[in-house]
């Protein structure tokens, strides 16, 4: 059995394979007794209908990746969604996409190299992105739907890690982060409900985590909240305004922050 993957800064150990069943489960839970043409606020023109068929096709895609043992950018995307002619199919679909997931994960060693957009060269980096993408989508599914939105504190933490980590390579799908730059100024994300502390570093030739300690006094401007509310903030379900996060700094440099960082 492979060890759990494991998440930057020290953080909990997360299962990113074993969470992407869970929150498929939790999708599909959602969906029981739902109209899919509900339309989904944090996903503008999407209903709940494309918002299945985007996270049942990201799972296959990225199993198809897996099989493949990619070592370069795929150059073509066809898969085989075997997508139902019917929408009261859409759900079990999206339960054997996980399904399709887990096959290719028990088939593929985490610590594989293999081509990522992201900073990680493994297979591990698909995992991962394939959690983050689900769960995202899940709690889009939730809000649509005037549920109450959960989302677990160890993932909340490992996906506010994983976007900021990945963002500087989105660029070429998301073209506004190329203007994430400046003259050496600094943006804090800090969890008010436990560990987890983010420096994001602007210069005039882009941006990253900082790898210095995060203290006080080393950010320009910075947001406070709680993991699961930060998480919804860096992938713009939240603003940083709103009555969740205390804030304070250079607003300026927030505004430009979540102008240009959404993907």
């Known amino acids: 059995m492979n060890p759990p993957d494991r998440s930057a800064h020290g953080a909990t150990p997360i299962d990113h394979r074993a969470a992407i069943a869970v929150e498929t489960a939790r999708f599909v839970a959602a969906l029981e007794n739902a109209d899919l043409t509900t339309p989904v606020p944090s996903c503008p023109g999407w209903t709940l209908a494309d918002l299945v068929k985007h996270v049942g096709s990201v799972q296959r895609w990225f199993s198809t990746l897996l099989h493949a043992r990619i070592q370069e950018p795929p150059r073509r995307r066809e898969v085989d969604l075997r997508l139902p002619f019917r929408q009261d199919g859409y759900a079990d679909w999206l339960t054997e996409s996980a399904t399709v997931a887990a096959r290719a994960f028990a088939a593929t060693d985490p610590h594989l190299p293999m081509w990522a957009w992201g900073v990680d060269q493994h297979a591990r980096f698909w995992a991962r992105r394939m959690l983050f993408e689900t769960l995202l989508h899940r709690a889009d599914a939730d809000l649509a739907l005037g549920r109450r939105l959960t989302i677990d504190r160890p993932l909340a933490v490992d996906g506010i890690d994983e976007f900021l980590v990945n963002l500087p390579h989105a660029a070429f799908f998301a073209p506004k982060v190329a203007d994430l730059r400046g003259p050496d100024r600094t943006i804090r994300f800090r969890a008010t409900d436990g560990d987890g502390d983010w420096l994001v570093r602007l210069r005039p030739d ?12 080393t950010a320009d401007a910075s ?9 919804l903030l860096v992938y713009g379900r939240l603003r940083h305004d709103a009555e969740v996060f205390a804030h304070d700094g250079d607003t300026d440099v927030l505004t430009h922050w979540f102008a240009n960082s959404a993907f």
């Not at 882009?206 to 210095?212: I, K, M, T, V």
Request: hydrophobic share 50%.
């Open 223 to 231: 947001v406070q909240g709680t993991a699961a509310d930060l998480l």
């Open 206 to 217: 882009g941006f990253g985590l900082d790898a210095a300690p995060v203290t006080a006094e």
